[in-house]
């Protein structure tokens, strides 16, 4: 019982994570729908169950290695980069062959199975993600006895957690789309590309400036200590 405790914080938090996957998600429930939203949900945690396996069996191996060389960092800035572009004209395109597309029309199982898969790629090039999960397994690990039963337990509530509060915020984004006309909808959707394509920026000039990210660092540091 004190595991779970435990994991109820970490599902908490990773969900509430303004990430590109928190906004993708908002908007897929907007946009498409809650079914579309679940199924892209259902990719994401996909993506951390591979993740979580990965840092299970290399732990503080492979975090060591992400952290010294920041060109991990670079190369999924790039693809995160890159997506947020390649999506942002081709929802330009789309509005100007389908202006009048209903966007509440129902969508096929191939969709669907589209869906999951965006889900799981979108969180698969996140590195961070994978650098979460490392700082997680070296953090609890230790505390539930390096046990394997205990351990998957953990990772199961804390993914449960992040599956049930996103289910929350999927059916209230739902409750937004009698208030969204096509152009709010193709707005938001360029909002949401746009985002992903500075978190890619960011995330390359962390790879190639890890100096000056360390500099930032320091700087924040010592303005919050001197407001204290």
Not at 40 to 58: K, P, W
Not at 147 to 154: A, D, E
Not at 184 to 200: A, E, S, Y
Request: glycine share 6%; net charge positive.
């Amino acid at each position: 019982m004190n595991d779970f405790w435990t994991a109820l914080p970490v599902g908490f938090f990773l969900s509430f994570t303004l990430g590109p996957v928190f906004f993708v998600l908002l908007e897929t429930s907007i946009t498409k729908g809650i079914r579309s939203a679940i199924f892209f949900n259902l990719g994401v945690i996909l993506a951390d169950i591979v993740f979580i396996i990965l840092a299970y069996f290399s732990t503080s191996q492979l975090l060591n290695k992400i952290k010294d060389d920041p060109s991990w960092l670079a190369f999924g800035g790039v693809l995160l980069a890159s997506y947020g572009c390649i999506s942002f004209i081709q929802t330009v395109k789309e509005r100007k062959k389908e202006p009048q597309q209903n966007s509440t029309e129902p969508i096929n199982k191939t969709n669907y199975l589209a869906q999951v898969l965006k889900g799981f790629f979108l969180n698969l090039i996140n590195i961070g993600v994978l650098l979460f999960w490392l700082g997680i397994i070296l953090l609890v690990a230790p505390k539930l006895e390096m046990n394997s039963v205990r351990i998957t337990t953990f990772f199961i509530t804390v993914l449960s957690v992040y599956f049930l509060i996103d289910l929350v915020k999927i059916a209230i984004a739902k409750q937004l789309k009698h208030k969204l006309t096509p152009t709010r909808i193709f707005n938001i959707k360029q909002v949401v590309n746009t985002f992903l394509f500075i978190c890619g920026l960011v995330l390359i000039f962390q790879g190639f400036f890890p100096e000056e990210k360390e500099k930032l660092q320091s700087v924040i540091e010592e303005i919050r200590i001197e407001k204290k």
